[in-house]
């Protein structure tokens, strides 16, 4: 083991530094996570504690699956989570390869004012947007939920693609060309591969602030029919009583499908953001 | 079969001319080579003929059909790229048949044709294989074949050895010269390097700023040159430019090529010392500082022993030495 790039004082520092921040990132994670477990009892006694064979209890699950129609809110936040990440993924991508690939006048304008939603947030515009879905008669339905978190999540999309873009190489779009590819075929079988990890960036960026919205699904869609987890957890939170047991039992759910979907993205997320440092 | 006309082709990139109306005639089966310093726009015309870049104005005529509204797949062409430009995620074998599969050529025709191209081009070994596992050298091979399987009217090579080591490069060399004498296809090459371009060249356009400044064979344009910057740019080392006043000439410079020199150590028209000697074993090349030329490179034939300090005198053959004008031409 060489000694010039390995120093064991400076290798302990390190992992404790990083063990340091892995253990408060994910305090609040594993304090959800294990009170979910306890009797209501257990939770206000010692909420620091994790289960024991006395406290063990299942309640707040049995609470959650049994009340409500919680598969049916899972389904919806799934719905519109994985819709809006594919619209925003397709149309993003296909904006920023617009703007990466072709010269028209305008261009450096237009990729300004795709870019300018990153710095203004949408909420803003809640009530312009309420009053549209109320006229287009939209409201209490997903697909009102799946555009606006589509216009969202675009911003980000094509300013963060169209970089990628245009480091894919000019010679071998142009050798499609002169096999006789078609545009869409050059975007969707020549470069969409090559930008895979910068898209798998982007999908992460964009799918985790969805799936945790709770403003959107509370003003565009309240109804039971199209309540998604987040919104559906506030069923358990009462004026006067809070069923404990069931809020961290719902939100321990909550996070299993995003942390699922998150895995899969992040092998192709390491490579997109070390992606140009090394080469 | 493989003809081409280039009719007063501009192109400008906003304010930016970087093709100056350029005419040229290419018959079937030369081997055309475009040759000239970065930024010359000799990348440039090479797309406009092959359809990646419309030209500002002007014609492209491909065979007596005028092609400057056809897209790139329709004019019977094919490109080589510098950076080989394979698809990576296809196999050697489909890299080679994607063009064909696009314009509906049936199975048997283009297995057959990967056939041939891949015998010729030695790459039977790695036919299943994806750009990712070959050499460098492979990859361009694998371009090149790319090319020809399509049988186009007209090759097209956008510096295809600039990214390949020196001795690859010289061997891809040979490779294009040889699919160029058994093709007897019309190829259009385009390089910076002027002893490609004197190896594979039946015809050279040497171009600079937007503008042809000369075309013709190899030997003419080394032994002939129109003006001062085709003088320089061919031919290695580079001629010697001597201000014409310094030396009481009328001619506003004289050039004379570092081969057309000869040294003495006891007399000569140019007196000099020797700065540096270059020993290639085969020839020597001496940096003198004159008097009267200032510095020049001679080339001597062998081995020439000749240490800095020493004083040379160095004769410019008179025969081949070359006079040119305020305006850079040569003087009659």
Redesign the interface.
Known sequence: MSTATHSLPRTIGAHVVLLTYTVIALFPVIIVIMNSFKSRAAIFGAPLAPPTPNTFDLIGYTTVIGQGDFIHYFQNSLVVTVASLFFVLLFGAMAAFALSEYRFRGNSLMGLYLALGIMIPIRLATVAILQLMVMSGLVNTLTALILVYTAQGLPLAVFILSEFMKQV?D??K????????SEYTIFF??VL??VRPSMATVAVFTMIPIWNDLWFPLILAPSEETKTVTLGAQLFLGQFVTNWNAILAALSLAIMPVLILYVIFSRQLIRGITSGAVK | MGSLNIENVKKAFGPVEVLKGINLEVTDGEFVVFVGPSGCGKSTLL?VI???EDSTSGRVVIDGADVSAT????RG???V?????????LTVKNNMG??LK??GTPAAEIDRRIGIASSMLSLEPYLARRPAELSGGQRQRVAIG?AVVREPKLFLF?EPLSNLDAALRVNTRLEIAQLHRRLKATMIYVTHDQVEAMTLADKIVVLNAGKIEQIGGPMELYNSPANEFVAGFIGSPKMNFVDGARLGETAKTIGVRPEHLTVDAKSGAWMGTVVHAEHLGADTNLYLDCEKAGLITVRIFGVYNAEPGATLYATPDPARTYRFGADGKVLK
């Open positions: 190489s010679d071998l142009n050798a499609g060309r002169i096999d006789g590819l079988r020549l591969p090559l | 797309r092959a359809g990646l897209p790139p797949a329709k062409i094919a490109m790229f510098q950076t080989y430009a394979l698809y990576p995620h994607l063009g696009q314009a790319r956008d």
